[in-house]
């Protein structure tokens, strides 16, 4: 059984910070559940270019206001709490945030844990020891 609150992770290796967001992950790789949670929060004002290459991401937004815009079809859709949304299909996207957006995200495969985004806005696929993976 693992047990840990979200005082646990702020300001440990869990905690990754970038430009637009903190990610306080809950459950990475070497939890061995077979897919990484993060609790997530995109500051308002900003944008996030994202294309999850090398893993699936489901998102379910908790709090604040965005738009997330699928960059191949040019759909928009608002994020709201209680919106939920799953990239199933590795889709390019931006979300622009609105008001601070707290989201709860998993992904599979699990993230190893210190992944940023790069600048194509991708993950890298890393093995449980954090060095690179043969990519998609």
Known sequence: MIVRTLN?????DRDV??????SRRFLLAKDGCGFSMHDTVLKAGT???M??????????????????EVLDTGEVHPVRPGTFYALD????????V?????AICVF????VGGETHDDDGVYPLLSDEGSAVGVS
């Open 8 to 12: 646990d992770l702020v300001d440990t």
């Open 17 to 22: 910070r970038a430009p637009t967001f903190a």
């Open 47 to 49: 944008e996030t270019s």
């Open 51 to 68: 294309w999850y290459r090398n893993h699936i991401e489901a998102v379910y937004c908790i709090e604040g206001e965005a738009e997330l």
């Open 89 to 96: 299909g590795h889709e390019k996207h931006v979300l622009r």
């Open 98 to 102: 609105k008001r601070d957006l707290r």
């Open 108 to 111: 599979n495969p699990a993230l």
